[in-house]
């Protein structure tokens, strides 16, 4: 499924939340399995990624509606999806049901990466080119240009502009 | 302080979390006052959100050091930046320390946005321009184009391209 809440959410273990209601299909698979993986499509898989938020696998096998390529994980027990440029592996840690949606929480045991997507071994946000969502218009939007160095501005940048 | 971590985690309540390390001066704050706000930096202000990610509250003011302007927030007790175009003021609800990093879920009690960030009265990304951090490459971009309407391939998008 596609999923409109998640990210990073610890450094060390590496960890990363993704927040479903409760009704989805996938939530009991998660529970079940204890294990998930993200899969982050590129912009150009816009289509896939919006028919797979939309469809529930409870009533159509999405993999072959969209002809994505499921993928045993190597490292849980979960598929990811082939096309998409950057996948985390996860087993889950913990689970909050805060309201309509369910967070949950995994550590984040392998990466998969195209090796296109790579900058010196790292998965580099230009090369992924990540699909965003708009919450306040319900829109997909794609990543602009790299503006600077993080960790680059070590003095009071008050008089700098 | 800037966190790299943090996002929508619930629709209802409108829940957002924060990661922070324990060793911040804001993880103390959080917990001593049970509230926080999210000011969200646009683009034109990658300066100051990379150097208050970098300096402590504990050394130095760093709304002095930038000019930016703390305003004290009618719904929780926190200050949230006058110059970022939106803001997210939130009640703590939980906190889990996952490792290096403690999860604050927060629920939005209210929404502070620039007349010019909104599109019919909604948060409009193409907008409010927000910073992103690529953690892959320690670098700081923006939001590109819009791409297409969210909820709209209703039927499977196999045969579509």
């Known amino acids: 499924m596609t999923a409109a809440w998640g990210g990073i959410c610890c ?3 590496p960890s990363v939340y993704v927040s479903l209601r409760e009704a989805t ?8 399995r ?7 499509p590129g912009e150009g898989h816009w289509r896939e990624a919006d028919y797979t938020g939309i469809a529930s696998g409870r009533d159509t096998d999405k993999f072959e509606d969209t002809a994505l390529t499921p993928i045993r994980s ?5 598929p990811y999806v082939g ?3 950057l996948v985390l592996e996860c087993r ?3 689970a909050h ?7 949950f929480v995994g550590e984040i045991v392998d990466v998969k990466a195209e090796e ?24 997909y939007h794609g990543v602009g240009p790299r503006i600077a160095d993080a960790f680059s501005v070590k003095t009071p940048p008050k008089t700098v502009r």
């Open 74 to 78: 190597s490292a849980v027990d979960a």
């Open 11 to 13: 450094s060390r273990p």
């Open 34 to 40: 204890r294990a998930y993986t993200v899969s982050v």
């Open 25 to 32: 299909y996938s939530h009991g698979n998660i529970m079940r």
């Open 116 to 139: 296109e997507a790579l900058t010196n071994g790292r998965p580099d946000i230009q090369k992924i080119r990540p699909l965003l969502f708009g919450s306040g218009d319900r829109g």
């Open 92 to 94: 889950l840690k913990e």
């Open 83 to 85: 096309e998409y440029p």
């Open 97 to 103: 049901k805060l309201g309509l949606h369910t967070m």
